[in-house]
């Protein structure tokens, strides 16, 4: 399914913070990470890897959680604690949105899945590229041609 027209609205699960995106996903992703699956108390989470430059907070302010790791901050709502977004500091340029948060999240399909090898035996997500940890930094690029080619096609 295309992606909708933007921007795109979203928020937490009470409404207290709200989001926009103005900018399309550069990669969607599941991850299988045990930190992952405990942040999210799920199987795997869900995430867009989107421009910083076209992410905002339009209304709220998250407050970190998780490990509050200066080099993966985790932002949450501080009042129901839902798992919004991440800024890595190895990537300023991104945020990592949790896609559910979306107002329409129908058009997400995780295109790479990450940490298969920790992935629970009966988990299966549809992804198109896999890997037993992250994907190689060298490669990364060629991994978002592939994603953009993929999302055309959709």
Sequence with gaps: MPIPELPLEGGCRCGAVRIRLAAPPLIECACH???????????????????????????GSPVLGGLRDPEL????C????TWMFTRPAALPEAVNL????????????????TFTKTRLPWV?????RSFDTFPPMDGFEQI???????????
């Design 124 to 128: 299966t997500t549809g992804a198109v």
């Design 33 to 59: 990470c045990p930190g992952c699956q405990r942040m999210s108390s799920s199987a795997y989470s869900l995430t867009a890897i989107c421009p910083a430059s076209g992410f905002e907070v339009t209304q």
């Design 98 to 113: 949790r896609p559910t948060l979306l107002d329409d999240a129908t058009w997400f399909a995780p295109f790479m899945e």
């Design 144 to 154: 978002l041609e592939e994603y953009r080619a993929w999302r055309r096609g959709r």
């Design 73 to 76: 901050p985790h932002f949450f």
């Design 78 to 81: 501080g009042n129901c604690m």
